[in-house]
């Protein structure tokens, strides 16, 4: 996989050398980068120039790229990035870093971002995961699909402890992608059965959460057969 970074700070490095780890190519796009920051990513290749430009990312050949991840210090910045790669370029896949939460409203598909990160948000999601049993935390939103994951910690009053797999019915447009067990990752069958204090990972929508969350909590009112229609 072919991937375009923009910002070279230490973030757009962090997920450089990742990127690389892994057996990809990865290009850095900076215009401030110097020797000394170009040194720590060796591996990379680097386009000393600001991002922003058309022509930039024409010679950065950002058509070619699977991916594009703006990871710059400035919103500003990594709208305008994310924005041009879709549009002028057809890139697949845009990553975007956001980096003040009240700008996040803005990282949408209307600027061509497929994937906002917040630091902030994915933060306090991190934190309501490791100490929340029962309610819904939502981990990261696609923004392009609609769709988002979360994450619900099983309570042991919940009605659907015990339960296979197979016997549940979900929400619509909801997905069960993982278990977490005894800090071990499961990838779950249909005869698999839902045990107090799982961390189940759902793919669902936005609509849906309030749903997912009544159903599978207590103390909530029971699910209607409006719910999945």
Request: aromatic fraction near 4%.
């Amino acid at each position: 996989m072919r991937v375009v970074i923009t910002g070279a700070g230490s973030v757009g490095r962090s997920i450089a050398r990742e990127l690389l780890h892994n057996g990809h190519q990865v290009l850095l796009i900076d215009k401030d980068a110097d020797d000394v920051q170009a040194s720590r990513v060796p591996d990379a290749a680097w386009l000393l120039a600001d991002a922003c430009e058309i022509a930039v990312l024409e010679e950065a050949k950002v058509h070619e790229c699977d991916v594009v991840v703006a990871a710059t210090g400035d919103d500003k910045v990594n709208l305008v990035v994310s924005l041009l790669s879709k549009t002028e370029f057809g890139v697949p896949r845009t990553v975007a870093r956001v980096n003040n939460p009240k700008n996040e409203w803005m990282f949408d598909e209307s600027w061509g971002v497929d994937v906002a990160v917040s630091t902030p948000r994915l933060m306090t999601a991190l934190v309501e995961e490791a100490v929340s049993v029962g309610d819904l935390v939502r981990i990261f939103q696609f923004q392009q699909a609609k769709a988002s994951m979360v994450e619900l910690t099983m309570p042991g009053e919940s009605p659907y402890i015990g339960k296979r797999i197979a016997e549940i019915q979900w929400p619509d447009d909801t997905v069960l992608v993982g278990i977490i067990r005894d800090d071990r990752p499961i990838a779950p069958s249909r005869d698999d059965a839902v045990e107090a204090h799982d961390e189940l990972l759902f793919i669902t929508t936005p609509d849906n959460e309030d749903v997912l969350e009544q159903m599978l909590s207590p103390g909530t009112r029971p699910p209607r057969d409006e719910d999945y229609r």
